[in-house]
């Protein structure tokens, strides 16, 4: 009789939040042209969304713990799949990704890329969706979410709002999975990573999620010399020297890219020696 009561209004107002916003974001995606340039329906359904399933909260920068996912991440989950959110997300993305001047993609009337605003957002529910979720990142990819994803930081190198957001979900995807780390170095990835961290070796949120990502990837053997030749190393090396220097922003991925740095440098002696692609280190995969 003292239990205390529970009431299902917020778990009805996340599997309400999730079906509005998997709809809306269909809408958009299916005439791009009748949205708002701003494409304000999209994010105040992708903000209502967020906010009940994350409390308005920033996704962790980098999680070492290995626990399972928190429940209101489960239960967006659950809720995304039963309403086909996430590839309907990745579609988002794609139709409204910005294009390369003098692309061979130009159209007579293109369609308005989606604003860093909106694309933070979306990132922020994808990296909640695809959490230690194997089949999650494996529908991520099988949609073009990855290519999707890696275009649109490829383009827009220069905003650091935009290189933020697609590296958390760089970072959701390459833990604590060998197969979808293969496929970040496969497309290039890495390269990516490494344009981020010399543009912003200052941003927080930049440097923690990219020096996070390379240490997940060192821990696959047949990826460390890819990281080598991108400069990996030479660029972890950089950021050491300003945490020793007292650079508080770098300071926060200091451990992640020390480990980037001792995995790729013993991945590669021990491919060297026959290690496998199987072959994992011991060192832990840094989470989202």
């Known amino acids: 009789a003292n239990a205390p009561a529970w009431s299902p209004t917020?778990?009805?107002?996340?599997?309400?939040a999730v079906e509005a916003t998997a709809q809306v974001v269909a809408d958009a995606a299916a005439h791009p042209r009748l949205v708002e340039p701003g494409l304000g329906p999209v994010l105040q359904a992708l903000t209502r969304l967020?906010?009940?399933?994350?409390?308005g909260r920033s996704l962790m920068l980098k999680e070492r713990s290995?626990?399972?996912?928190?429940?209101p991440r489960r239960l967006l989950r659950s809720f995304a799949a039963l309403s086909g959110l996430m590839p309907r997300l990745v579609t988002l993305l794609l139709v409204f990704?910005?294009?390369?001047?003098?692309?061979d993609d130009v159209v007579p009337a293109p369609v308005p890329a989606m604003p860093p605003e909106v694309f933070a957002v979306a990132c922020e529910v994808l990296a909640c969706l695809i959490h230690n979720a194997r089949e999650s990142k494996r529908g991520f990819i099988a949609a073009g979410g990855l290519d999707g994803i890696l275009g649109t930081l490829r383009v827009r190198p220069?905003?650091?709002?935009?290189q933020a957001a697609g590296l958390a979900v760089l970072l959701a995807l390459s833990a604590r999975s060998v197969l979808c780390i293969q496929r970040l170095a496969t497309a290039g990835a890495h390269e990516v990573v490494a344009a981020a961290l010399r543009r912003f070796p200052r941003?927080?949120?930049?440097?923690?999620?990219?020096?996070?990502?390379?240490?997940?990837?060192?821990?696959v053997p047949c990826v460390c010399p890819v990281l080598q030749q991108c400069g990996v190393c030479a660029i972890a090396a950089s950021l050491l020297?300003?945490?020793?220097?007292g650079e508080a922003a770098a300071a926060r991925g200091a451990d992640a890219a020390a480990a980037?740095?001792?995995?790729?440098?013993?991945?590669?002696?021990?491919q060297s020696q026959g290690g496998g692609e199987d072959d994992e280190s011991a060192a832990p995969f840094v989470q989202d």
């Open 10 to 16: 917020p778990l009805l107002a996340l599997a309400a």
């Open 50 to 55: 967020h906010r009940l399933a994350l409390h």
């Open 66 to 71: 290995g626990r399972r996912s928190s429940l």
């Open 97 to 103: 990704a910005p294009v390369a001047e003098g692309s």
């Open 158 to 162: 220069e905003d650091v709002t935009i």
């Open 203 to 219: 941003d927080g949120k930049v440097t923690a999620r990219a020096t996070g990502l390379l240490a997940n990837m060192s821990n």
């Open 241 to 245: 020297e300003d945490i020793a220097a």
């Open 260 to 270: 980037a740095v001792a995995r790729a440098v013993e991945g590669e002696e021990r």
